[in-house]
């Protein structure tokens, strides 16, 4: 959980932000960095042969911490567009989902690509992972 004093500012900034109330000690999790933040919820999420989605070109960390987790990774590759963008096909997306995924990485800004996710983007993805 981290240090109490910290889960408790934290809590309190972010129930303000969300507007709605924040426990500090079952909602807050301090962690030393991302990395070690993505293997800790990677290891409590994931059973022996679950598949995460990584969208592909990923940062490398990805790959050794979803196997060490027990997970299977599964590639969605983004496409260069002609103007430099990075693209997300959706339908790539949804067609990489079985009954065994159980998580997508997904950070924007990505990693390693540096692609912010546009509203679109993002409410596309919200509806495919609402729908499983």
């Not at 293997?39 to 070109?57: C, K, S, W």
Request: glycine content about 8%; overall charge negative; aromatic content about 6%.
């Amino acid at each position: 959980q981290g240090h109490p004093d910290l889960a408790h500012t934290l809590a309190t900034r972010y129930s303000a932000h969300f507007h709605r109330d924040i426990d500090p000690m079952k909602e807050i999790a301090v962690t030393v960095g991302c990395s070690q933040a993505l293997y800790l919820t990677l290891t409590a999420l994931l059973n022996e042969g679950d598949e995460v989605l990584l969208l592909e070109p990923f940062f490398e960390l990805y790959l050794g911490q979803v196997k060490m987790s027990g997970g299977v990774p599964v590639t969605v590759p983004l496409s260069l567009e002609d103007d430099g963008d990075w693209k997300l096909d959706l339908g790539k997306l949804e067609a990489a989902i079985t009954p065994k995924t159980r998580v997508l990485i997904l950070n924007t800004p990505h990693n390693p690509t540096g692609k912010v996710f546009n509203l679109e983007e993002m409410e596309g993805i919200a509806d495919i992972v609402r729908r499983y």
